[in-house]
């Protein structure tokens, strides 16, 4: 179960994802509260060795012994059966869930992208009583409405965060279970551009500032950087794994320049033309009479 509020609500927002998290946190919760047991025949053999001990210690043959140990290699067949049903509900809803959430997430992450504008939204009419504060001693010095503003812009970079781990946790593919280790390129391929600072802004990291793209890069979300990336105009969520990608793959393909900026290519494209259509029949035609 997550502690992030944020993607709480974003996969809430997904009645797929929602009912089968919540499946898989009642499968796993069934499997911890399962008493401790035993296999059936060590609970049997458990039964027989005490017989045969206090046989050998005072030579009287317990009663019933044979029924004593077969009612405990029922009990523990029993005990057996319900932990392996408990264990199977567990592991086949870990993948009924990993199925739902690659498949929807989509919607979540939609949500998201919302949310974040919802967040820039009200950074954006902090920073018009902030100015140009960007520190918090700045802030105490004015003293004021500016003041109880950078606390409410400190809430936003919190929310900000949240909303960011969230969307990381969508991404970024995790291991269908049941896959080996090691099996997880995808994963640290979504990691390293993580890393580098895509998924933030609609924006080649080159024209990105140092400061920002240091954030982006880190996670470590501030101030400065939040009331930077209201007015970028560029920050979003990505729809989906195969978006982020096209969007990673765009950012970085070449562009060339020279003193009047990006290089446009004019070299001449062949286009075929089609070949005009027969005129449609309009039931006048007739073949001439030639006399000779």
């Given at each position: 179960?997550?502690?992030?509020?944020?993607?709480?609500?974003a996969?809430?927002?997904?009645?797929?994802i929602?009912?089968?998290?919540?499946?898989?946190?009642?499968?796993?919760?069934?499997?911890?509260?399962?008493?401790?047991?035993?296999?059936?025949?060590?609970?049997?053999?458990?039964?027989?060795?005490?017989?045969?001990?206090a046989?050998?210690?005072?030579?009287?043959?317990?009663?019933?012994?044979?029924?004593?140990?077969?009612?405990?290699?029922?009990?523990?067949?029993?005990?057996?059966?319900?932990?392996?049903?408990?264990?199977?509900?567990?592991?086949?809803?870990?993948?009924?869930?990993?199925?739902?959430?690659m498949?929807?997430?989509?919607?979540?992450?939609?949500?998201?992208?919302?949310?974040?504008?919802?967040?820039?939204?009200?950074?954006?009419?902090?920073?018009e009583?902030?100015?140009?504060?960007?520190?918090?001693?700045a802030?105490?010095?004015?003293?004021?409405?500016?003041?109880?503003?950078?606390?409410?812009?400190?809430?936003?970079?919190?929310?900000?965060?949240?909303?960011?781990?969230?969307?990381?946790?969508?991404?970024?593919?995790?291991?269908?279970?049941?896959?080996?280790?090691?099996?997880?390129?995808?994963?640290?391929?979504?990691s390293?551009?993580?890393?580098?600072?895509?998924?933030?802004?609609?924006?080649?990291?080159?024209?990105?500032?140092?400061?920002?793209?240091?954030?982006?890069?880190?996670?470590?979300?501030?101030?400065?950087?939040?009331?930077?990336?209201?007015?970028?105009?560029?920050?979003?969520?990505?729809?989906?794994?195969?978006?982020?990608?096209?969007?990673?793959?765009?950012?970085t393909?070449?562009?060339?320049?020279?003193?009047?900026?990006?290089?446009?290519?004019?070299?001449?494209?062949?286009?075929?033309?089609?070949?005009?259509?027969?005129?449609?029949?309009?039931?006048?035609?007739?073949?001439?009479?030639?006399?000779?």
């Open positions: 179960m997550t502690t992030n509020p944020e993607l709480t609500v996969l809430a927002v997904v009645p797929e929602e009912r089968t998290e919540r499946l898989l946190d009642e499968a796993r919760k069934r499997l911890r509260e399962h008493p401790r047991g035993m296999p059936p025949d060590a609970a049997r053999d458990s039964v027989i060795n005490d017989a045969v001990n046989f050998q210690a005072d030579g009287k043959w317990p009663a019933n012994i044979g029924r004593d140990a077969a009612k405990a290699y029922a009990d523990a067949s029993a005990w057996e059966a319900e932990r392996l049903a408990r264990e199977r509900a567990k592991e086949s809803t870990e993948l009924l869930a990993w199925d739902t959430r498949t929807y997430s989509s919607g979540a992450l939609e949500h998201l992208g919302t949310r974040l504008e919802e967040i820039l939204s009200n950074v954006r009419a902090a920073a009583t902030l100015g140009h504060v960007r520190t918090a001693d802030a105490i010095k004015a003293g004021g409405a500016v003041v109880e503003t950078w606390g409410r812009l400190q809430g936003l970079v919190d929310d900000i965060t949240m909303v960011r781990a969230a969307q990381w946790e969508l991404l970024l593919p995790r291991l269908r279970p049941g896959t080996p280790a090691g099996m997880d390129d995808e994963r640290r391929k979504v390293r551009w993580r890393n580098e600072g895509y998924g933030e802004v609609r924006t080649r990291l080159i024209d990105v500032p140092a400061f920002a793209l240091e954030v982006m890069r880190s996670q470590r979300y501030t101030e400065a950087y939040v009331l930077w990336l209201a007015t970028a105009g560029s920050a979003y969520v990505p729809a989906s794994l195969d978006y982020f990608a096209a969007e990673v793959t765009a950012a393909e070449p562009v060339s320049h020279d003193d009047h900026g990006p290089l446009l290519d004019y070299s001449p494209h062949v286009t075929a033309i089609p070949e005009s259509a027969a005129p449609a029949p309009t039931g006048a035609e007739r073949t001439p009479e030639l006399s000779y």
